[in-house]
């Protein structure tokens, strides 16, 4: 029995040391192998891999696909005028050689992040310090963030390599700070306001000026109807006239008595018309009292 027991015992920890010496390294990362503590082996393919033991061998391993950074800080930075600015940006890098990055950075992926936003921020500033927010807002940004892919790109690819590679460095934003941005807006406003009262103004103007121009023109059409009112009408005066003093020479006493009637219309054609006269000797009535007109005194 205790043979028994030996036995399984020493299959046990023949396994446990075993599997203490085996490893496996996915596709997505790169197996480092420490030898008391130095690097005695990078692994970049993928597999089932051997070593020795704890603690004479340990393995660590490193992520070597695509990391993205994104910034995490929102400090303002100066422009060429002066202007207080605060950008988000993100960079897309990867980890090449997995030895120069753990003597030069350090032993994991936020290691590498926390150097490298130092860099990009610090070229961030300084080729921000060169340019006015004209040009950072305008298509100039993108030759700005190649100048600062290429000052990190000398950084980490420098005396002492980082063993990285900076794949991309993109603005997602660029705004003033929020003291800034408020006075902006209100500066704005302010102009809309302006251009919108101008253009009231103008409109007003322009609606006087067309009031006006359209009245003139009413003034001037009645005006000149008027004129051709009277015109017609002083010609069908005269027509009138002309044709009333050739029937009346034809017939003087019809002449005498047509106009007796038509005063007659005039003075008492209306009710409530009153005339005090006398129509036994009055002229007015000769017409009704059926006397001759008075003959016309003989021309001498």
């Keep these: 029995m205790n043979?028994?027991?030996?036995?399984?015992?020493s299959v046990l920890i023949v396994l446990a040391l075993l599997s203490s010496m085996l490893f496996v390294v996915d596709q997505r990362q790169f197996g480092v192998v420490y030898a008391l503590g130095q690097i005695r082996q990078v692994i970049t393919e993928p597999g089932l891999h051997f070593k020795l033991p704890p603690p004479f061998q340990n393995v660590r391993y490193?992520?070597?696909?695509?990391?993205?950074?994104?910034?995490?800080?929102?400090?303002?930075?100066?422009?060429?005028?002066k202007q207080r600015v605060v950008i988000d940006w993100f960079v897309r890098w990867r980890i090449t050689d997995p030895s120069q990055y753990i003597r030069n950075v350090g032993l994991d992926e936020q290691a590498?992040?926390?150097?490298?936003?130092?860099?990009?921020?610090?070229?961030?500033?300084?080729?921000?310090?060169?340019?006015?927010?004209?040009?950072?807002?305008?298509?100039?940004?993108?030759?700005?963030?190649?100048?600062?892919?290429?000052?990190?790109?000398?950084?980490?690819?420098?005396?002492?390599p980082w063993?990285?590679?900076?794949?991309?460095?993109?603005i997602t934003r660029a705004d003033y700070v929020e003291a800034i941005t408020e006075s902006v807006y209100r500066r704005m406003e302010a102009e809309r306001k302006r251009v919108a009262n101008e253009l009231r103004s103008t409109g007003a103007a322009e609606g006087e000026k067309i009031r006006a121009d359209a009245d003139r023109q009413r003034e001037i059409t009645v005006a000149n109807a008027y004129r051709d009112a009277q015109k017609v009408k002083g010609e069908g005066d005269a027509q009138a006239s002309a044709i009333y003093n050739e029937a009346f020479s034809r017939d003087p006493q019809f002449a005498q008595f047509y106009r007796s009637l038509e005063a007659y219309k005039t003075s008492v054609g209306k009710r409530g018309d009153v005339l005090v006269l006398d129509p036994s000797t009055s002229e007015f009535f000769r017409a009704f009292r059926g006397a001759a007109p008075a003959p016309a005194p003989a021309a001498r």
């Design 3 to 9: 043979r028994i027991g030996f036995i399984a015992a």
């Design 62 to 81: 490193i992520d070597k696909r695509l990391l993205t950074l994104d910034s995490v800080d929102a400090e303002p930075m100066l422009t060429a005028e």
């Design 112 to 160: 590498g992040a926390i150097q490298i936003n130092r860099v990009v921020r610090n070229a961030f500033q300084e080729e921000i310090n060169r340019r006015t927010v004209s040009e950072l807002l305008s298509s100039r940004r993108e030759q700005l963030m190649a100048d600062v892919k290429r000052e990190v790109q000398e950084v980490v690819k420098g005396a002492n």
């Design 163 to 170: 063993g990285i590679d900076v794949v991309d460095v993109r």
